[in-house]
């Protein structure tokens, strides 16, 4: 689908759409942070409350998956059962306990003229959200976006269609009954594909694009957009266990990284141990891989090492570059750092690269040799998230560098303006 071939109807549609976001945009740039919290804690009561409809409509949802032949990865990101709608619940409860980032003053001075400035964050105003099988994003989204004081349009994807028909209405209703405008949260789900590619199209009308999903999900939306685009990135992350690295504390943060959800961005895809440790730890976290039903593609070097009934595929470039989200993973002996440096930078997709080491050197040249837009230490990838940052719900993880990178909490959907006070000053 491309611009050319959007039906007038479609784009239409669309653009009546963002233009009644805008309008609401404004409403809530002046509400005050009660205001907002308040309506947060009502959505957060409204979907409890309407729990059982929308786990019917999310088995209807993993019901095409499953019979689409949907991985169990993605039917883990699918799914949505009452203890899931709850802990979504409780995050935009969190999200009301921060602190407001409207109005915050970034920096300010006065000028040797007497002009004095301020530097102010302010709400972006229409943020549009291009996402895949996450209904979850659905409320994360809505959520930011109140808290910070924008206005989000929704494209969710076919795959949770009756979960995000449900949870908008949801959402809407709460937001009406708290005195603001139902269209701060918006779906055009209805409209397809065709919708999506209207709204990536619709400058001046949608302030910023936020894609999260797969890789040609993402490619596809900075392609097409002319709105500007925060992209957030696939997650091919990686974890390096040195030579100095504690044999328990290795199979630990591999075993979490790999294992504790597999059908997520910051799930680790490539595990590379140091040879002076392979002998002593990588058959352990090879056999208990195995054990938990992980499939190992691994050089030559890990499947001399395996233990006697593990198996090893061969790894190939294509396992090196894999966001598998699934219960696989890529494993290969490095001769030392340099080479584990040497292997993320060829294969990093830039999300969350970690290291398992207790020599203090190993940490500082891992942390800054490599760019990602994490770097654990001796901690599980899984922590690259905006709930464990202290940031609330995340709308996506940027891996780019301009304006916003890593986990995108209430600030990231922010910008800011300068106000500039004067005494009947002129310039000169």
Known sequence: MTAQNVPDDVRAAVEDVARRAKFASRTLATATRATKDAALGALADALVAQAD?????????????????????????LAL?????GAIADALRELAALPDPVGEVVRGSTLPNGLRLRQVRVPMGVVGMIYEARPNVTVDAAGLALKSGNAVILRGGSAAASSNEVIVGVLAAALEKQGLPGDLVQSIDAHGRPGGVALMRARGLVDVLVPRGGAELIRTVV????????????????????????????????LNSKTHRVGVCNAAETLLVHAEAAEEVLPAILDALDAAGVVLHGDEATARLAPEGVVVVPATDEDWAREYLAPEIAVRVVDDLDGAIEHVRAWTSGH???????DLASSERFVAELDSAAIMVNASTRFTDGGQFGLGAEIGISTQKLHARGPM????????????????????
């Open 223 to 254: 392609r097409e957009s002319t709105v500007p685009v925060i992209e957030t990135g696939v997650g091919n992350c990686h974890v390096f266990v040195d030579a100095s690295a504690d044999p328990m504390t290795a199979l630990e943060i591999v």
């Open 352 to 358: 969350t690269e970690a290291i398992v080491t207790r």
């Open 53 to 77: 409809a929308i786990v019917a409509a999310n088995a209807q949802d993993l019901d095409r998956g499953r019979a689409g032949g949907m991985s169990d990865g993605l039917l883990d990101r």
């Open 409 to 428: 909490g209430l600030g990231e959907l922010t910008t800011t303006k300068w106000i500039v006070h004067g005494d009947g000053h002129v310039r000169v």
């Open 81 to 85: 059962t009452p203890e899931r709608i």
